[in-house]
Nanobody
């Protein structure tokens, strides 16, 4: 069974920075895309950033220029560096990975809370 474990959330003042980390463990053949999503209270879960195994990245317009996604294929980890945080970035952040075992499976982490105060 594949697991994703996130860390690094917390409370930060507006304009500050946080770094989220996500590590995959278990038995799998490979990991395709690794992504960060977030869900604010009363809102739908939205894609924040994604990184393919080949190094291609993309970002939601709302975080471009402030957030950076990076992954280490050898360690099966993906990080999200968040700078210039705003109160509207407050949400539970989830790591997601497309993992090849016997089939391609979408795996989710448990989520980590990020709270940005004004």
């Amino acid at each position: 069974q594949v697991q994703l474990v996130e860390s690094g959330g917390g409370l930060v003042q507006g304009g500050g920075s946080l770094r989220l980390s996500c590590a995959a463990s278990g038995k799998f053949v490979s990991i395709n895309a690794m992504r960060w999503y977030r869900q604010a209270p009363g809102k739908q879960r939205e894609l924040v950033a994604a990184a393919t195994s080949g190094g291609t990245t993309n970002y939601a317009d709302s975080v471009k220029g402030r957030f950076t996604i990076s992954r280490d294929n050898a360690k099966n980890t993906v990080d999200l560096q968040m700078n210039s945080l705003r109160p509207e970035d407050t949400a539970v952040y989830y790591c997601n990975a497309l993992v090849l075992t016997y089939v391609m499976t979408s795996v989710w982490g448990q989520g980590t809370q990020v709270t940005v105060s004004s």
